[in-house]
């Protein structure tokens, strides 16, 4: 099966930057749609944003909308999500998912849509 894994993730103060990665091992991403999420302690995951396998279609959600960027490199196996701006409610663990659609526009922050997952990266805003 496909194993993703996030990297990127750190300790860094409101206003600050972080750009997380997730990389494929044993598989492409070419045809798979890509999405992150992320889950604060008592909270349940909540879709950042997701990209199509084409690159060509990204949503994101209201709270992270103007800050966040999802971009893919298929050559490099890689998604990535640039965050600026960041805020202490953003503060969570980040997920990568990815799932295979036979079409190339599709892409859903409905974390149930998802088939792959790795296994988080913490991102923790504080001063």
């Known amino acids: 099966q496909l194993q993703l894994v996030e990297s990127g993730g750190g300790l860094v103060q409101p206003g600050g930057s972080l750009r997380l990665s997730c990389t494929a091992s044993?598989?492409?991403?070419?045809?798979?749609?890509i999405g992150w999420f992320r889950q604060a302690p008592g909270k349940e995951r909540e879709g950042v944003s997701c990209i199509s396998s084409d690159r060509r279609s990204s949503n994101y959600a209201d709270a992270v909308k103007g800050r966040f960027t999802i971009s893919r490199d298929n050559a490099k196996n890689t998604v990535y999500l640039q965050m600026n701006s960041l805020k202490p409610e953003d503060t969570a663990v980040y997920y990568c998912a990815a799932r295979a659609f036979l079409g190339s526009t599709w892409s859903s922050l409905y974390a149930p849509s998802y088939h792959y997952w790795g296994q988080g990266t913490q991102v923790t805003v504080s001063s």
């Open positions: 044993g598989f492409t991403l070419d045809n798979y749609a």
